[in-house]
C-alpha cells in the first residue's frame, strides 16, 4: 500500500479531511505559513530585483522537521493548502522548505470540505500555479517596502513606534475625511408635516405633505390655512410591485450583513465562517464571486420545492463584478439541506444567515399591491400623498424570517370623495451630518473603490485598530431643541411645543484618533500616491494583471518603488515640525515666545517656546475632545497657565489640578486623583479636591494587602496579586495573601519568570507564521 501525505494550513482542515481519506493517507497541518520575512529587517533585496530574504522562523522549526519526516516516508505528497493566493504562496513554500520534487508532488484545490470535492480533486491535480505565487509575493514585497520605509520616517518626525501600511493607510483617510466632513457639516432645519383624515365610511387615512417646510413661521401659517379647508381624494392609483432577492454572499457582503443583522464584528465574522469552513459546513469564505455550481443549484431547487412548494423555486443566475479575481463559487452551505450543524451559537447563527440568503437567492421575487392616494385643497398649493402596500405573494421572504415587510392597509376611498382633517402635526427635522463608518460599512466603501480584496478587509479592518490609529466607538451626540405645531382635529388654533432630543447619536463606529489626523495629513502632503485611492485601485489592478500571466511582478514593484524611494529621501529632510503637522498660534505677550500645538509622546500638546531658545520650553496638554488642528491660541494661553492652585488639604499640603494623559484631576504630593464630570482644572473647588483625593486614598488603602518592603501585596481587578513595581504574579489558590511573608512573594516573582523564559524558548504552532496568531490575508 503506497503511502500519501495531505499538507493543509490548519489542524481543524487536517482533521476534516482526514475523515474522508483511507488509511493510507496521513493528513498533517502546516499552521498557516512556514516561511516569512524576517520582521526586524526590510529583508527586500533592491538591487538584485527585490528578490525577498525569506526565513523559517523558530517557531515552526519543529513542525517543519515533523512535515520533512512525513514527506521523506511519503510516496506522494498532496499540498491541499487554499485555493486562492495566500494559499498558493502557501503550497510554494512548503515546495521549498521541504525540498518536495515535482514528480512526487501534486498540488489539488477545492472550495468546498466534503468526500466528493475531496475526490474530485485528487482526480484532478495540477502543478503550483506560479502566477498566482508572483502575485501574493509581490503584494508581501510592497507592503514590506512601504512600512519598512514610511514607518522610520514616522518614528522620527512625527512619533515613536508608528506604522504605515499601503492599504491601511487608505483605510486610515477615508475614515478621517469622514470625520472633517461631519466636523464641518452645517445642520439645516426644516419642518414635515404630517395629518389624519377621515373617510366618509369613518376609517383613518394618514398622509404627509409631499414638499418640506423650510421655518416656523410658514408651517405655521400652513396650520393656520388647514383650520377650515375643505379636503378631497384626488388620484388614486394602483399597481403591482416586486421584490427580488439579493444574490448569494461574497466576503464583503457576508460581513456586511452579519455585521446589520448579527451585530458581529468583521473579524469575528471571518473567524466563525473560518471554522464553518473548516468543518465542511461551507464553501470556501474568501471569494468574490456570486456564481453557484450546477450541482448547488439543483440540491437548492429541491430543498425549496420541498420546503415551500414548486411556485417558490425561480433559477436566477448573478454576474460576479468585473473584477473580481478567484474561480471560487459564492459562500454556500456544502449541503443547503442542512438546517442545524453546530452547537456553537455564534457559528450557528452564521450558518443560518448564510442558508437563508443561498436559498433565497433561488426563489421567486416577492410580489406586492401597492397603493398611492393623493389628498387635495384649495387652500394648499402641495398635495398630501399616502402610499401603502400589501404582501400578495411572500417568495423569497420565506426563507429569509428576519427579513419582513409590514403590510401598510389604505381604506378604500374614490377620486373626488371628500375627507375630515383630523389632527396635524408639523415636526422639525435637522438634516444629518454624514454618517461614520462602521466596519462593514468600511468594507462596502473599499470593496466599491476597488482597494483590496476579500482576502484583505479583515484585516485591515483590524490592523488600523490594532495600531491606534482608529477606535470603535459611540457618540452620544448632542442636545437640540425641536419645535412641532399641531393643529388638533376639529380645532383653529395651532399650538406650539419644544422638546430637547439628541442628534447624531453614533454606536459601534470607527473614530480616527488624533495620531492618525497627523500621519494621515504626513502621508497626504508627502506620500500623495500612497493614500491615493485611484493609485490604490491600480495596485490592486496590477496584482490582478500578476495573477493572470500578463506583467511580471518584479516590474511591477519597480515601476512603484523609484519614484517612492525618491519620496522618502525628500522627506527626511523635513522638520519635526513640519512633518507632525505642528501649528503655531501666535506669541504669547507675556513672554514674546511662539505658542504651538503639536503631537507629543503621550498625544496632542502646547508648547511655549522652542528647544533652541535658552529658556527651555513649558509644555501644557491639549484636554480630550479638543484637536491640534482647532484649539485656539486663547485657549492655549489659558491651557499653559496650569498647573492651578487649589488649596491645601487640612495637613496643609498643596493641592494643583492640571489635566493629563487620562484626563482632569488634581494632585497633592504623589496623591493623583481624577476630578468628577462636571469639573475641570480651572473650576475645581478646595472641597472637591479634598473629597477626590481622601477617596483615592481609601481606595488606595483597601487595595493594598500589605506593603513588605519592595514588594506589595494587592487586590485586583483577576483577584490578590504581588508586584515589584515593574512586574506582577498572581497568587496561587492555595496561598491566603494575607500570610505571605517577603521570601514567599519573591518566589512567586521568580516563578513567573522562569515561566516566561520557558514559554519563549518553546515558541508557539503559529497559523501563519512569525508575529501573528491566525493566517494571514493580507
Same mark, same amino acid.
Given at each position: 500500500?503506497?503511502?500519501?501525505?495531505?499538507?493543509?494550513?490548519?489542524?481543524?482542515?487536517?482533521?476534516?479531511?482526514?475523515?474522508?481519506?483511507?488509511?493510507?493517507?496521513?493528513?498533517?497541518?502546516?499552521?498557516?505559513?512556514?516561511?516569512?520575512?524576517?520582521?526586524?529587517?526590510?529583508?527586500?533585496?533592491?538591487?538584485?530585483?527585490?528578490? !525577498?530574504?525569506?526565513?523559517?522562523?523558530?517557531?515552526?522549526?519543529?513542525?517543519?522537521?515533523?512535515?520533512?519526516?512525513?514527506?521523506?516516508?511519503?510516496?506522494?505528497?498532496?499540498? @491541499?493548502?487554499?485555493?486562492?493566493?495566500?494559499?498558493? =504562496?502557501?503550497?510554494?513554500?512548503?515546495?521549498?522548505?521541504?525540498?518536495?520534487?515535482?514528480?512526487?508532488?501534486?498540488?489539488?484545490?477545492?472550495?468546498?470540505?466534503?468526500?466528493?470535492?475531496?475526490?474530485? @480533486?485528487?482526480?484532478?491535480? *495540477?502543478?503550483?500555479?506560479?502566477?498566482?505565487?508572483?502575485?501574493?509575493?509581490?503584494?508581501?514585497?510592497?507592503?514590506?517596502?512601504?512600512?519598512?520605509?514610511?514607518?522610520?520616517?514616522?518614528?522620527?518626525?512625527?512619533?515613536?513606534?508608528?506604522?504605515?501600511?499601503?492599504?491601511?493607510?487608505?483605510?486610515?483617510?477615508?475614515?478621517?475625511?469622514?470625520?472633517?466632513?461631519?466636523?464641518?457639516?452645517?445642520?439645516?432645519?426644516?419642518?414635515?408635516?404630517?395629518?389624519?383624515?377621515?373617510?366618509?365610511?369613518?376609517?383613518?387615512? !394618514?398622509?404627509?405633505?409631499?414638499?418640506?417646510?423650510?421655518?416656523?413661521?410658514? @408651517?405655521?401659517?400652513?396650520?393656520?390655512?388647514?383650520?377650515?379647508?375643505?379636503?378631497?381624494?384626488?388620484?388614486?392609483?394602483?399597481?403591482?410591485?416586486?421584490?427580488?432577492?439579493?444574490?448569494?454572499?461574497?466576503?464583503?457582503?457576508?460581513?456586511?450583513?452579519?455585521?446589520?443583522?448579527?451585530?458581529?464584528?468583521?473579524?469575528?465574522?471571518?473567524?466563525?465562517?473560518?471554522?464553518?469552513?473548516?468543518?465542511?459546513?461551507?464553501?470556501?469564505?474568501?471569494?468574490?464571486?456570486?456564481?453557484?455550481?450546477?450541482?448547488?443549484?439543483?440540491?437548492?431547487?429541491?430543498?425549496?420545492?420541498?420546503?415551500?412548494?414548486?411556485?417558490?423555486?425561480?433559477?436566477?443566475?448573478?454576474?460576479?463584478?468585473?473584477?473580481?479575481?478567484? =474561480?471560487?463559487?459564492?459562500?454556500?452551505?456544502?449541503?443547503?439541506?442542512?438546517? %442545524?450543524?453546530?452547537?456553537?451559537?455564534?457559528?450557528?447563527?452564521?450558518?443560518?444567515?448564510?442558508?437563508? *440568503?443561498?436559498?433565497?437567492?433561488?426563489?421567486?421575487?416577492?410580489?406586492?399591491?401597492?397603493?398611492?392616494?393623493?389628498?387635495?385643497?384649495? %387652500?394648499?398649493?402641495?398635495?398630501?400623498?399616502?402610499?401603502?402596500?400589501?404582501?400578495?405573494? !411572500?417568495?423569497?421572504?420565506?426563507?429569509?424570517?428576519?427579513?419582513?415587510?409590514?403590510?401598510?392597509?389604505?381604506?378604500?376611498?374614490?377620486?373626488?370623495?371628500?375627507?375630515?382633517?383630523?389632527?396635524?402635526?408639523?415636526?422639525?427635522?435637522?438634516?444629518?451630518?454624514?454618517?461614520?463608518?462602521?466596519? &462593514?460599512?468600511?468594507?462596502?466603501?473599499?470593496?466599491?473603490?476597488?482597494?483590496? *480584496?476579500?482576502?484583505?478587509?479583515?484585516?485591515?479592518? %483590524?490592523?488600523?485598530?490594532?495600531?491606534?490609529?482608529?477606535?470603535?466607538?459611540?457618540?452620544?451626540?448632542?442636545?437640540?431643541?425641536?419645535?412641532?405645531?399641531?393643529?388638533?382635529?376639529?380645532?383653529?388654533?395651532?399650538?406650539?411645543?419644544?422638546?430637547?432630543?439628541?442628534?447624531?447619536?453614533?454606536?459601534?463606529?470607527?473614530?480616527?484618533?488624533?495620531?492618525?489626523?497627523?500621519?494621515?495629513?504626513?502621508?497626504?502632503?508627502?506620500?500623495?500616491?500612497?493614500?491615493?485611492?485611484?493609485?490604490?485601485?491600480?495596485?490592486?489592478?496590477?496584482?490582478?494583471?500578476?495573477?493572470?500571466?500578463?506583467?511580471?511582478?518584479?516590474?511591477?514593484?519597480?515601476?512603484?518603488?523609484?519614484?517612492?524611494?525618491?519620496?522618502?529621501? &525628500?522627506?527626511?529632510?523635513?522638520?519635526?515640525?513640519?512633518?507632525?503637522?505642528?501649528?503655531?498660534?501666535?506669541?504669547?505677550?507675556?513672554?514674546?515666545?511662539?505658542?504651538?500645538?503639536?503631537?507629543?509622546?503621550?498625544? !496632542?500638546?502646547?508648547?511655549?517656546? *522652542?528647544?533652541?531658545?535658552?529658556?527651555?520650553?513649558?509644555?501644557?496638554?491639549?484636554?480630550?475632545?479638543?484637536?491640534?488642528?482647532?484649539?485656539?491660541?486663547?485657549? &492655549?494661553?489659558?491651557?499653559?497657565?496650569?498647573?492651578?492652585?487649589?488649596?491645601?488639604?487640612?495637613?496643609?499640603?498643596?493641592?494643583?489640578?492640571?489635566?493629563?494623559?487620562?484626563?482632569?484631576?488634581?494632585?497633592?504630593?504623589?496623591?493623583?486623583?481624577?476630578?468628577?464630570?462636571?469639573?475641570?482644572?480651572?473650576?475645581?473647588?478646595?472641597?472637591?479636591?479634598?473629597?477626590?483625593?481622601?477617596?483615592?486614598?481609601?481606595?488606595?488603602?483597601?487595595?493594598?494587602?500589605?506593603?513588605?518592603?519592595?514588594?506589595?501585596?494587592?487586590?485586583?481587578?483577576?483577584?490578590?496579586?504581588?508586584?515589584?513595581?515593574?512586574?506582577?504574579?498572581?497568587?496561587?489558590?492555595?496561598?491566603?495573601?494575607?500570610?505571605?511573608?517577603?521570601?514567599?512573594?519573591?518566589?512567586?516573582?521568580?516563578?513567573?519568570?522562569?515561566?516566561?523564559?520557558?514559554?519563549?524558548?518553546?515558541?508557539?504552532?503559529?497559523?501563519?507564521?512569525?508575529?501573528?496568531?491566525?493566517?494571514?490575508?493580507?
Amino acid at each position: 500500500m503506497s503511502k500519501q501525505l495531505v499538507i493543509v494550513e490548519s489542524p481543524a482542515k487536517a482533521n476534516t479531511i482526514a475523515g474522508f481519506l483511507g488509511e493510507e493517507y496521513t493528513v498533517l497541518s502546516s499552521y498557516g505559513h512556514v516561511r516569512d520575512l524576517p520582521s526586524k529587517e526590510m529583508a527586500i533585496d533592491t538591487q538584485n530585483q527585490f528578490e !525577498p530574504q525569506y526565513i523559517v522562523p523558530d517557531n515552526k522549526q519543529p513542525q517543519i522537521r515533523k512535515l520533512k519526516q512525513a514527506a521523506q516516508k511519503a510516496d506522494t505528497v498532496w499540498l @491541499a493548502t487554499d485555493e486562492d493566493r495566500e494559499g498558493e =504562496a502557501i503550497a510554494w513554500h512548503l515546495m521549498q522548505v521541504l525540498e518536495l520534487s515535482q514528480q512526487s508532488t501534486k498540488r489539488i484545490t477545492f472550495h468546498e470540505i466534503t468526500p466528493q470535492a475531496i475526490t474530485e @480533486a485528487m482526480r484532478n491535480p *495540477r502543478s503550483i500555479d506560479q502566477n498566482l505565487v508572483d502575485t501574493q509575493q509581490a503584494r508581501r514585497v510592497l507592503d514590506r517596502l512601504v512600512g519598512y520605509e514610511i514607518s522610520p520616517l514616522l518614528w522620527r518626525k512625527v512619533q515613536p513606534g508608528l506604522s504605515a501600511g499601503r492599504v491601511q493607510s487608505v483605510a486610515v483617510r477615508l475614515i478621517v475625511e469622514r470625520e472633517r466632513e461631519i466636523e464641518d457639516f452645517e445642520p439645516e432645519s426644516t419642518f414635515k408635516i404630517s395629518a389624519t383624515f377621515s373617510t366618509q365610511s369613518g376609517e383613518e387615512l !394618514p398622509a404627509e405633505l409631499a414638499e418640506t417646510v423650510r421655518d416656523a413661521s410658514t @408651517a405655521r401659517q400652513l396650520l393656520e390655512s388647514m383650520a377650515d379647508a375643505q379636503f378631497t381624494v384626488g388620484d388614486v392609483t394602483e399597481k403591482p410591485g416586486t421584490r427580488n432577492p439579493a444574490a448569494p454572499f461574497t466576503t464583503s457582503t457576508l460581513q456586511q450583513v452579519a455585521s446589520r443583522k448579527l451585530g458581529y464584528s468583521v473579524k469575528q465574522t471571518m473567524t466563525l465562517a473560518q471554522r464553518l469552513y473548516e468543518a465542511g459546513h461551507i464553501t470556501y469564505m474568501r471569494t468574490d464571486s456570486v456564481t453557484l455550481s450546477g450541482n448547488a443549484l439543483g440540491q437548492i431547487k429541491r430543498v425549496v420545492e420541498q420546503t415551500f412548494g414548486a411556485e417558490y423555486h425561480q433559477y436566477r443566475s448573478y454576474k460576479s463584478r468585473s473584477d473580481a479575481q478567484e =474561480a471560487h463559487e459564492a459562500i454556500r452551505p456544502t449541503d443547503v439541506a442542512a438546517q %442545524s450543524v453546530s452547537d456553537d451559537k455564534g457559528e450557528q447563527r452564521l450558518y443560518e444567515l448564510i442558508r437563508g *440568503r443561498t436559498l433565497a437567492s433561488q426563489m421567486a421575487a416577492a410580489t406586492l399591491n401597492k397603493t398611492a392616494i393623493t389628498i387635495q385643497s384649495p %387652500s394648499l398649493s402641495s398635495p398630501f400623498k399616502a402610499k401603502g402596500e400589501v404582501i400578495t405573494f !411572500p417568495g423569497w421572504l420565506k426563507a429569509h424570517q428576519d427579513t419582513a415587510i409590514t403590510d401598510i392597509v389604505l381604506p378604500t376611498v374614490e377620486a373626488g370623495e371628500a375627507l375630515t382633517r383630523n389632527a396635524v402635526q408639523a415636526r422639525q427635522t435637522f438634516k444629518r451630518p454624514p454618517t461614520r463608518y462602521s466596519e &462593514a460599512a468600511l468594507v462596502r466603501k473599499l470593496e466599491a473603490m476597488g482597494i483590496g *480584496r476579500p482576502s484583505t478587509y479583515a484585516p485591515t479592518i %483590524s490592523t488600523i485598530q490594532d495600531r491606534g490609529y482608529v477606535e470603535k466607538g459611540n457618540t452620544p451626540g448632542s442636545k437640540r431643541d425641536v419645535v412641532t405645531l399641531s393643529l388638533e382635529s376639529g380645532g383653529s388654533d395651532v399650538t406650539e411645543a419644544e422638546e430637547t432630543i439628541m442628534y447624531g447619536q453614533d454606536k459601534n463606529k470607527l473614530f480616527p484618533t488624533q495620531i492618525a489626523l497627523l500621519v494621515n495629513d504626513f502621508l497626504t502632503k508627502q506620500f500623495d500616491d500612497i493614500v491615493d485611492y485611484d493609485f490604490t485601485k491600480e495596485v490592486e489592478e496590477a496584482f490582478d494583471r500578476v495573477a493572470r500571466g500578463k506583467e511580471a511582478w518584479n516590474r511591477m514593484i519597480a515601476d512603484f518603488y523609484g519614484p517612492f524611494h525618491e519620496k522618502v529621501e &525628500a522627506a527626511g529632510s523635513l522638520s519635526r515640525e513640519q512633518a507632525s503637522g505642528a501649528r503655531e498660534l501666535g506669541t504669547d505677550p507675556d513672554t514674546g515666545r511662539p505658542v504651538i500645538a503639536r503631537m507629543g509622546k503621550y498625544g !496632542p500638546m502646547l508648547q511655549l517656546g *522652542r528647544p533652541e531658545d535658552e529658556q527651555k520650553p513649558k509644555f501644557a496638554p491639549i484636554p480630550n475632545g479638543e484637536k491640534i488642528h482647532s484649539v485656539t491660541f486663547e485657549e &492655549a494661553l489659558r491651557l499653559l497657565q496650569l498647573p492651578r492652585y487649589v488649596g491645601t488639604e487640612e495637613d496643609g499640603s498643596e493641592i494643583y489640578a492640571n489635566y493629563g494623559r487620562y484626563g482632569p484631576y488634581v494632585k497633592s504630593g504623589d496623591t493623583f486623583a481624577a476630578i468628577p464630570e462636571g469639573d475641570d482644572p480651572f473650576s475645581v473647588s478646595q472641597t472637591t479636591a479634598r473629597t477626590a483625593l481622601t477617596q483615592q486614598r481609601e481606595q488606595k488603602a483597601k487595595r493594598t494587602i500589605a506593603d513588605l518592603g519592595g514588594i506589595k501585596v494587592l487586590n485586583g481587578r483577576f483577584g490578590p496579586y504581588v508586584t515589584n513595581g515593574s512586574k506582577n504574579a498572581k497568587i496561587p489558590k492555595n496561598i491566603t495573601p494575607q500570610d505571605l511573608d517577603r521570601a514567599q512573594a519573591q518566589e512567586i516573582l521568580d516563578n513567573v519568570k522562569k515561566k516566561s523564559k520557558t514559554s519563549k524558548k518553546s515558541g508557539s504552532a503559529s497559523r501563519s507564521g512569525p508575529n501573528q496568531g491566525t493566517k494571514s490575508k493580507q
